[in-house]
């Protein structure tokens, strides 16, 4: 996801639900599902999603269309497993951006 590598404190859900290549309707129903992810509400209810939201999303979004997953699946999963998912996304993530840097310079030899 690319929304981590720039510098802005918040995110609309218009950003988020580009960078996670779903509809902006998905994120809202994770948000409803998912205690966890809480975005801030602006003067209008517009969402703005923290990094913190971002990593509670994009765990979400790993488990669910990554992993197949379904929801009632990665509720139970977060609540029973939580650091040992954290820990193996943690991992997973670290290792995909190695091969997309490997794959980068390959391209470039």
């Not at 690319?2 to 802005?8: N, P, T, V």
């Not at 009632?72 to 509720?75: I, P």
């Given at each position: 996801?690319?929304?981590?590598?720039?510098?802005?404190?918040?995110?609309?859900?218009?950003?988020?639900?580009?960078?996670?290549?779903v509809n902006t309707s998905?994120?809202?129903f994770w948000e409803k599902e998912f205690d966890d992810i809480k975005p801030k509400k602006n003067a209008k209810g517009n969402r703005r999603f923290s990094h913190e939201d971002?990593?509670?999303l994009e765990?979400?979004?790993?488990l669910v269309k990554e992993r197949g997953f379904t929801l009632?699946?990665?509720?139970t999963?977060?609540?029973e497993q939580r650091q040992q998912t954290l820990?193996?996304?943690?991992?997973?993530?670290?290792?995909?951006?190695?091969?997309e840097e490997l794959t980068e310079i390959k391209n470039n030899l």
């Open positions: 996801m690319k929304l981590s590598e720039q510098h802005k404190l918040y995110y609309t859900i218009g950003e988020v639900a580009k960078a996670f290549n998905l994120i809202r971002l990593k509670k765990l979400v979004y790993h009632e699946g990665a509720k999963h977060l609540k820990s193996k996304f943690e991992m997973i993530s670290k290792l995909k951006g190695i091969k």
